[in-house]
């Protein structure tokens, strides 16, 4: 079982700065993250992907609201 931090926890933080709350929490020792209250841009798929690169950081669930979902599905 992978434990690791929901965003929604440092919302606050990850929307002003995602890369960077991410680099501060993977200094924590932080490797698992729930993606939550973010915009799923592709700014934050950026974010992501180089802080996986660089630090390790791997997102394993996400909390996406029903109507994004309604509205990118067939």
Request: charged share 30%; net charge neutral.
């Amino acid at each position: 079982m992978k434990i690791g931090l929901q965003l929604f926890t440092c919302r606050k933080q990850a929307q002003k700065d995602l890369y960077g709350t991410l680099k501060n929490l993977a200094g924590l020792g932080i490797k698992y993250i729930e993606a939550a209250r973010i915009n799923f841009d592709d700014t934050d798929i950026a974010a992501f992907k180089k802080a996986k690169e660089e630090f390790g950081i791997e997102v394993v669930s996400a909390q996406i609201k029903a109507n994004i979902l309604a509205d990118e599905f067939d």
